[in-house]
């Protein structure tokens, strides 16, 4: 039985980041937190899973900083916005992942000239918090769908608990594209 709080309540939309086809038979959305030890695993999980799926998928990003945990997530999760506005979210989102150990506003202001930012811009808009609203409203989406915790994958809609490996989730997508009604 599904409960309200296994469902997607926000649709995945032009908010969103999205990497892949959104037509794709299998719409993976992760709710992540760049201080997370286990979403830096999920991480690699996902360029696995991207690569293995190609077409098949489409993956969507959604911050969910847990700033009792984690105090570099959020302002992290806003450089990931920042650098999304200057059109390089992906590239940031694996800049903060693979130097998850160096998230301080310093380490941050290194990787904007790394990834081709506007600096001036980028540094601006993370002073100013300009995208602490967008990282909020990740963030109350997830705690309207029941995500408590991070990482956590909703699978075409439908929350996805099983085990963190890339056979697992290659079973669960082949199992929703199964499960769905012909196009």
């Known amino acids: 039985m599904r409960t309200a709080a296994s469902v997607l309540t926000l649709p995945v939309g032009s908010r969103d980041h999205i990497r892949g086809p959104r037509n794709a038979p299998v719409i993976l959305v992760e709710y992540g937190d760049y201080e997370c030890p286990y979403c830096a695993q999920a991480?690699?999980?996902?360029?696995?899973?991207?690569?293995?799926?190609?077409?098949?998928?489409?993956?969507?990003?959604?911050?969910?900083?847990?700033?009792?945990?984690?105090?570099?997530?959020?302002?992290?999760a806003e450089a990931a916005e920042a650098a999304g506005a200057q059109g390089r979210f992906w590239e940031m989102h694996g800049v903060l992942y693979e130097h998850q150990d160096a998230l301080e506003p310093d380490d941050l202001a290194e990787y904007e000239a790394v990834i081709g930012l506007d600096v001036r811009r980028f540094v601006a808009e993370?002073?100013?918090?300009?995208?602490?609203?967008?990282?909020?409203?990740?963030?109350?989406?997830?705690?309207?769908?029941?995500?408590?915790?991070?990482?956590?994958?909703?699978?075409?809609?439908?929350?996805?608990?099983?085990?963190?490996?890339?056979?697992?989730?290659?079973?669960?997508?082949?199992?929703?594209?199964?499960?769905?009604?012909?196009?």
């Open 43 to 76: 991480y690699l999980l996902m360029a696995e899973l991207e690569r293995i799926a190609g077409d098949r998928m489409c993956y969507v990003f959604r911050n969910f900083p847990l700033t009792n945990a984690h105090p570099r997530a959020q302002q992290a």
């Open 126 to 183: 993370l002073t100013e918090h300009r995208y602490a609203a967008r990282v909020r409203e990740d963030f109350l989406s997830g705690v309207r769908s029941g995500v408590n915790g991070t990482p956590t994958f909703f699978m075409n809609g439908l929350r996805y608990d099983g085990p963190r490996d890339v056979p697992s989730f290659l079973a669960a997508m082949e199992e929703v594209t199964e499960a769905q009604p012909a196009r």
